[in-house]
């Protein structure tokens, strides 16, 4: 009993030295008058939905800081998972890879495919995909047809994978792409957390046929909602850019709209925001590093507790500050959220796995040992950016 009671005063006793007065959520946005200032003029212009060049102009400034040729913004991050996986071609005929240990946006736009969400092991390392784990199973379920392999026991076509950088921090993106180059996998990049963040110096969601972003409240850099398809592949552009206002055919006066699909566009006054806010995006990545280094000298020596640190050839965003805590129950992990709720310390637990989401359950899936375990462990910290100062 003493060692439980320990292992949580000596967790807490170090988030106490954050300066209370700075603390209201897990990841705030941060404001201030330049904001105000051209979200006003947005108003003024009357050019708050689809009119003027706010988008455009937000557009290519993701474009030059991510080194994508294409960029196009979205209503949210969760559509542009959607838009980009059905441009890919993703269809009922298809499974798709997806790590179980995951926010629910990448298994609902497979879903809104007619597709199949196929849930996968994690690193315990890095909390995204464990490749050699992912390798070794699709030896196993993977069999070759025309130029394609199928899972040998649904018959469906093993077609795409939604890897996810995990908090800001990067999965081992080398070995992903030698993987699914042998089982002619697409690779469509869950980049929401990870602006900001490089792999190897090249930005994440550069690496597949096409990365998407979040510009979520509770994102580094925010638009109110919203999100981007990255790509720096042309006809999927095309492809994007002709589904995401309706399908409305261009270059015509007449109301004409060519295929089914829905309005994705970002509006005005989001792009607006987002202008100004990219603006301060090193800003915001000088501080929350300051922020990660902290927490890191603060928890190294506390027994059962690790900080999850950006992996080697990596370099994160630090989006959510992030610790596995060894609790010996889940009696004593609802006791340390208790008493953090008492001090009004923000800390967030981690997704549930969804694979044991109700709806969920019975999509296939590989051993999930590690996601089954870890997802009890983790526990977010308050990241917003202004805690670096």
Same mark, same amino acid.
């Given at each position: 009993? +003493?060692? %439980?009671?320990?292992?949580?005063?000596?967790?807490?006793?170090?988030? @106490?030295?954050?300066?209370?007065?700075?603390?209201?959520?897990?990841?705030?946005?941060?404001?201030?008058?330049?904001?105000?200032? =051209?979200?006003?003029? $947005?108003?003024?212009?009357?050019?708050? /939905?689809?009119?003027?060049?706010?988008? +455009?102009?937000?557009?290519?400034?993701?474009?030059?800081?991510?080194?994508?040729?294409?960029?196009?913004?979205?209503?949210?991050?969760?559509?542009?998972?959607?838009?980009?996986?059905?441009?890919?071609?993703?269809?009922?005929?298809?499974?798709?890879?997806?790590?179980?240990?995951? *926010?629910?946006?990448?298994?609902?736009?497979?879903?809104?495919?007619?597709?199949?969400?196929?849930?996968?092991?994690?690193?315990? !390392?890095?909390?995204?995909?464990?490749?050699?784990?992912?390798?070794?199973?699709? %030896?196993? =379920?993977?069999?070759?047809?025309?130029?394609?392999? #199928?899972?040998?026991?649904?018959?469906? #076509? =093993?077609?795409?994978?939604?890897?996810?950088?995990?908090?800001?921090?990067?999965?081992?993106?080398?070995?992903?792409?030698?993987?699914? !180059?042998?089982?002619?996998?697409?690779? &469509?990049?869950? /980049?929401?957390?990870?602006?900001?963040? *490089?792999? @190897? +110096?090249?930005?994440?969601?550069?690496?597949?046929?096409?990365? $998407?972003?979040?510009?979520?409240?509770?994102? &580094?850099?925010?638009?109110?909602?919203?999100?981007?398809?990255?790509?720096?592949?042309?006809?999927?552009?095309?492809?994007?850019?002709? !589904?995401?206002?309706?399908?409305?055919?261009?270059?015509?006066?007449?109301?004409?709209y060519e295929q089914k699909t829905l309005n994705f566009r970002m509006a005005s006054i989001n792009a607006a925001l987002g202008i100004s806010q990219i603006k301060k995006l090193k800003k915001f990545l000088l501080l929350k590093r300051k922020l990660s280094n902290r927490y890191y000298k603060l928890f190294k020596n506390i027994k059962g507790v690790r900080y999850i640190t950006e992996d080697k050839y990596t370099k994160s965003n630090h989006w959510l500050n992030t610790v596995e805590v060894d609790f010996k129950n889940?009696?004593?992990?609802?006791?340390?959220?208790?008493?953090?709720? %008492?001090?009004?310390?923000?800390?967030?637990?981690?997704?549930?796995?969804?694979? !044991?989401?109700?709806?969920?359950?019975?999509?296939?899936?590989?051993?999930?040992?590690?996601?089954?375990?870890?997802?009890? +462990?983790?526990?977010?910290?308050?990241?917003?950016?202004?805690?670096?100062?």
């Amino acid at each position: 009993m +003493k060692k %439980k009671t320990n292992l949580l005063d000596s967790f807490l006793n170090k988030l @106490k030295k954050i300066p209370k007065k700075k603390i209201k959520g897990i990841h705030e946005p941060q404001f201030d008058e330049i904001d105000q200032k =051209i979200v006003s003029n $947005c108003i003024k212009k009357n050019e708050v /939905s689809g009119a003027g060049d706010y988008v +455009k102009n937000f557009e290519r400034e993701i474009a030059s800081f991510t080194g994508s040729k294409y960029v196009i913004a979205t209503s949210t991050g969760t559509s542009a998972l959607h838009l980009a996986l059905q441009a890919n071609g993703v269809d009922k005929n298809h499974e798709v890879l997806v790590p179980a240990f995951n *926010f629910i946006a990448a298994a609902n736009a497979i879903l809104y495919c007619g597709a199949t969400p196929h849930f996968v092991e994690i690193s315990t !390392k890095n909390l995204g995909i464990d490749v050699d784990y992912l390798s070794n199973y699709l %030896k196993k =379920i993977a069999v070759k047809k025309n130029k394609y392999f #199928i899972n040998r026991e649904t018959k469906k #076509i =093993i077609y795409a994978i939604v890897p996810v950088y995990v908090f800001g921090n990067s999965y081992n993106v080398t070995k992903l792409l030698s993987l699914c !180059k042998k089982y002619k996998i697409k690779i &469509i990049e869950d /980049s929401a957390e990870a602006l900001g963040t *490089f792999y @190897k +110096k090249k930005h994440a969601g550069t690496f597949g046929k096409a990365g $998407c972003l979040s510009f979520n409240g509770n994102k &580094i850099i925010t638009t109110g909602l919203g999100g981007a398809v990255i790509t720096n592949n042309h006809k999927l552009y095309k492809n994007i850019r002709d !589904k995401v206002n309706n399908g409305k055919q261009k270059k015509t006066f007449e109301l004409v709209y060519e295929q089914k699909t829905l309005n994705f566009r970002m509006a005005s006054i989001n792009a607006a925001l987002g202008i100004s806010q990219i603006k301060k995006l090193k800003k915001f990545l000088l501080l929350k590093r300051k922020l990660s280094n902290r927490y890191y000298k603060l928890f190294k020596n506390i027994k059962g507790v690790r900080y999850i640190t950006e992996d080697k050839y990596t370099k994160s965003n630090h989006w959510l500050n992030t610790v596995e805590v060894d609790f010996k129950n889940n009696k004593q992990r609802i006791e340390l959220f208790k008493k953090a709720n %008492k001090l009004k310390i923000p800390i967030r637990p981690a997704w549930t796995p969804l694979n !044991k989401l109700k709806y969920l359950k019975k999509f296939p899936k590989s051993s999930l040992h590690k996601s089954d375990k870890i997802y009890k +462990k983790i526990i977010c910290l308050p990241s917003s950016a202004i805690l670096g100062q």
